[in-house]
Nanobody
Framework: QVQLVESGGGLVQPGGSLRLSCAAS????????MGWYRQAPGKQRELVTT???????AYVNSVKGRFTISRDNAKNTVYLQMNSLKPEDTALYYC????????????????WGQGTQVTVSS
């Protein structure tokens, strides 16, 4: 199996910055796309950003120019640099990975972290 552990959330004032990290561990055969989702209270989970194994990235319009996703394949880690944070960015942020674990059958599947809270408030 593959485990994802996020870190870096917290409370920040509007206009501030945070950097989230998500480390994958376990019996990893390969990791494809990774990404970040978020879920605000009373709202559905939404895709924020993704990054492929070739470092191609995509962002939801609301975070373009403010958030940057990156990954370190040697460390099986994905990062989310969040700048110019707004109160509407407040949410539980989840890490996602499309990965394949060692074993039979060797089939890729989706893995999720437990979430890290980001609160933007003065």
């Amino acid at each position: 199996q593959v485990q994802l552990v996020e870190s870096g959330g917290g409370l920040v004032q509007p206009g501030g910055s945070l950097r989230l990290s998500c480390a994958a561990s376990g019996s990893i055969f390969s990791i494809g796309a990774m990404g970040w989702y978020r879920q605000a209270p009373g709202k559905q989970r939404e895709l924020v950003t993704t990054i492929t194994s070739n470092d191609d990235t995509a962002y939801v319009n609301s975070v373009k120019g403010r958030f940057t996703i990156s990954r370190d394949n040697a460390k099986n880690t994905v990062y989310l640099q969040m700048n110019s944070l707004k109160p509407e960015d407040t949410a539980l942020y989840y890490c996602h990975a499309h990965a394949t674990a060692w074993g039979i059958p060797r089939v890729p599947r989706d893995y999720w972290g437990q979430g890290t809270q980001v609160t933007v408030s003065s």
